[in-house]
């Protein structure tokens, strides 16, 4: 064994004494040990046991080291003291009188500045004993049931290197004893609990327990158990749960520290790659310091297609780990191997990422030295995989919530159908900017789309509404004129003559009908003037309380004005609206499991929707013809139920409203484009512009050379500009009317040109409102198609 000298800063007594460890040997002797061992006579030499015991002196050290090695070989066996960090100290004080080579080897390295080393407690390891020390005098004086196991975590930098070790320091004081010098000092439970809630507060402790009033004797002994791959998990764990952990430079440095200390490898990389929702490659998202291995291959627009045939692939199609320990001797090189080659990697490990069964991510391990990295190793990091699924995980979240920001704040609500353009988009332009704190979505467009456009329209609303609306105008002035009637007879005040003489004025301006601005001039007299002078009056003279109160019991309580006819009006518009809007909800869903696609609606005086039809509107889902033809026909099945529900709904509509229907035909497609300023998708080009004019227009388009108007109650208008589209239409409409959908001939009809449209043609057939369809909306959609299209 070697001795150490160092300083201390522990402030109490503390002397060597061997008599514990020769009272351990006393009693070892007299049980089991044989009777020529060679201690059995030395223990008998009282000049020793005086020298070896009370204070011993450095000088009774040198002069009995050969029986002080022999005393310590119960507690230290030479066969195990090689293999330890071990050393015996005068009680708490960090001057090692023996220790093992290796123990001596890492405090010579310390000293000789190839080591940093830093303790668990910020504070040096005399201040930690002091911490010990004052526990072990709390549990034999004052606490016996305290527990005084406090140990400190020694963090040992190899300079050179750059890789961390870590040891646990553990204090054994088995062979050391307590003494009281003196009167013991009083110390309560309230000063035992701050104490121990100021561990390291040392003027604190020294004034409870005095230094001087202590003394230590005996020796203790201090042992260093390599903890590094435990601290260095912990610690992994530790900056892997922090918010941005994945994100964060400094936090990306300190982890791949941590994993070379680990690995014992100062060259060791760690990169990490993931994936969005289309399995597009996000390096970093432009982030900090956390990179994927693949930046340095080339690869403009990082895909998973962009990794085909590479170890990358095999972790993707297989989710199982990969450890390439050459790769110059690896037998297939993709470009990718080829340009990890070119940057200086030779040994290269790669492990998948797995949530709730998918793929999110890969971790990546490489060195410049073949070998290194394999199989064995590589299985240290298993403890921390899921750590670093659940950094992944947060990261893709925040990535999520930043994208669907960045979409609410351009777009506001998106079709479910396109929504996974937006977001590709929205991750595409945040992998490709480091700064995403003022981004903006880019144009979304889908090209070579088909659009279905159909029309449920109240017929003649405008008039209906504007009649509505004088009926009580009419109503208001009438009973106003009555109510002034009879309070200037009752009172004769002439203002009551002149309020009558203006509201007989406005009742001859209306009577044939209301022009612009009639109503809200027409609103403010009767709130303003009329409504407010007979309040005045009510109050003013009791005797009119009755008359009065029957006029505004005639009145809304809301509005305080007539509104019967022009509620019965909007209650069956609203009515008819959420009918036919429920309906189509309801049908939709069913539209969507035929093909995904864009749907959006519009209720006005009616309920207007389009539709768009193509591949480009569907990730995965290649296009077929076939899909076209199923939605037109699932739009004519539509069309004629909700002309029947409606057709049925008319006994409980409290002011009788009738519905036209109508069917725009494209044949050819088109590009639709995100409009921002407008939140909704728009027709795109010039040529295409055409179709959205004959939208707006074509549903008062009349038939050629006459003034009856396309669309009619009870009957389904299909509007085309050619043959093609009639033929095909011709088809559906013969077998619907087969199927008791429909009834009658199929009108074949010219119209007259609108602006901006020529030359347009129209199919015309009537609903069988008669025909009884108890399915349900799936079922007869289905059935129908089906029955056609086979």
């Known amino acids: 064994m070697n001795s150490n000298n160092s300083t201390s800063t522990f402030p109490y007594i503390s002397k060597l004494d061997f008599g514990p460890l020769i009272s351990f040997w006393k009693e070892y002797l007299d049980k089991d040990a044989p ?36 005393l310590l070989s119960a507690i230290l066996p030479q066969a195990l003291i090689d293999e330890d960090f071990v050393a015996v100290h005068v009680p708490f004080r960090d001057k090692a009188l023996f220790s093992s080579s290796r123990y001596s080897m890492l405090l010579s390295s310390y000293e000789d500045s190839g080591l ?70 009083g110390v309560s439970e309230a000063d035992i609990e701050k104490l121990l809630e100021n561990l390291n507060d040392h003027e604190l402790w020294q004034k409870h327990l005095p230094p001087d009033k202590f003394i230590f004797k005996g020796f203790t002994i201090s042992r260093l158990t390599d903890v590094t791959a435990q601290e260095m998990l912990s610690s992994i764990k530790y900056y892997l749960l922090r918010r941005d952990a994945v994100t964060c430079g400094t936090n990306f440095l ?145 990535l999520q919530v930043e994208v669907r920001a960045l979409i609410q704040k351009e777009c506001t609500a998106i079709h479910p159908s396109v929504e996974w353009k937006f977001i590709e988009e929205g991750f595409k332009l945040i992998r490709n900017q480091s700064n995403y704190k003022n981004l903006e979505m880019p ?19 405008s008039v209906f509404r504007n009649s509505s609306i004088q009926e009580d105008l009419i109503a208001n002035l009438e009973a106003a004129q009555e109510v002034f009637t009879s309070l200037f007879a009752h009172k004769n005040m002439h203002i009551f003559n ?54 505004f019991k005639k009145l809304d309580p809301a509005l305080g004005v007539v509104y019967k006819k022009r509620r019965a009006f909007e209650e069956s518009l609203i009515r008819i609206n959420e009918t036919i809007s429920e309906y189509i909800d309801e049908a939709e869903k069913t539209a969507q499991d035929i093909y995904p696609h864009y749907f959006e609606k519009y209720k006005t005086d009616g309920v207007e929707y389009t539709m768009y039809v ?50 725009l035909v494209q044949n050819e497609p088109l590009d639709i484009r995100f409009r921002k300023d407008e939140k909704h998708f728009d027709v795109d080009g010039a040529y295409n512009i055409r179709y959205e004019i004959i939208k707006k227009r074509i549903d008062k388009a009349f038939i050629k050379d006459s003034s009856e108007r396309l669309t009619q109650p009870g009957k389904i208008s299909i509007v085309y500009s050619n043959e093609k589209e009639a033929d095909e239409y011709v088809k559906y409409l013969e077998y619907l009317n087969s199927a008791g959908l429909l009834t009658g001939e199929t009108e074949h009809l010219e119209l007259e040109d609108v602006q901006g449209a020529h030359g347009l043609k129209a199919l015309r057939v009537s609903v069988n409102l008669d025909k009884d369809t108890d399915k349900e909306v799936s079922d007869l959609i289905r059935d129908t198609i089906s029955e056609v299209l086979n």
């Open 443 to 461: 144009e979304i467009v889908f090209e070579k789309v088909y659009p279905l456009f159909g029309m449920n329209d109240i017929r003649n609303s």
């Open 116 to 185: 940093e080393m830093t303790f668990s407690a910020e504070s040096d390891l005399g201040e930690n004993c002091s911490v010990i020390a004052g526990l072990y005098i709390l549990k034999n004086f004052y606490k016996p049931d305290l527990e005084v196991e406090r140990p400190v975590m020694v963090t040992v930098l190899e300079k050179e290197t750059g890789l961390e070790k870590v040891y646990k320091l553990e204090v054994n004081t088995r062979f050391a004893d307590l003494e009281v010098n003196g009167e013991l000092p």
């Open 614 to 663: 193509g591949e480009s509107l569907n990730r995965n889902i290649p296009y077929n013809p076939l899909f076209l033809r199923n939605f037109r026909l699932w739009q004519l099945v539509l069309m004629t139920e909700v002309a029947r529900r409606i057709n049925d709904l008319q006994p409980e509509l409290s002011h009788p409203l009738e519905i036209t229907q109508l069917i």
């Open 35 to 70: 009777e020529n061992h060679p201690l059995r006579d030395l223990l008998k030499d009282r000049k020793l046991i005086r020298e070896l015991t009370g204070d011993v002196s450095e000088d009774s050290l040198e002069k009995h080291r050969q029986t002080i090695d022999m």
């Open 254 to 398: 300190t982890i791949q520290d941590k994993i070379r200390s680990l690995f014992r490898m100062p060259d060791l990389k760690l990169g990490i790659v993931f994936f969005d929702e289309s399995y597009n490659i996000i390096s970093n998202a432009g982030l900090s310091e956390w990179n994927s291995f693949l930046t340095s291959c080339d690869c403009t627009e990082l895909s998973c297609t962009s990794v085909k045939g590479s170890i990358y692939d095999r972790v993707f199609q297989t989710q199982k780990s990969v450890i390439v320990e050459d790769l110059e001797a690896h037998p297939i090189k993709s470009k990718i191997e080829q340009r990890l080659l070119e940057s200086g990697l030779r040994n290269i490990g790669i492990a998948p990422l797995i949530s709730n069964g998918k793929l999110i991510g890969m971790l990546e391990l490489a060195t410049q030295t073949s070998g290194k990295l394999n199989p064995m190793n590589a299985a240290k990091l298993g403890k921390v995989m899921p750590m670093f699924t659940a950094a992944i995980e947060r990261v893709l979240g925040d």
């Open 498 to 551: 002149e309020l009558k003489y203006r509201v007989e004025k406005e009742l001859r301006h209306i009577e044939n009908g209301l022009a612009s601005g009639d109503e809200s001039t027409i609103l403010d007299f009767i709130k303003n003037d009329i409504n407010n002078t007979l309040r005045f009056y009510q109050k003013a003279e009791p005797q009119t309380e009755k008359l009065i109160a029957a006029y």
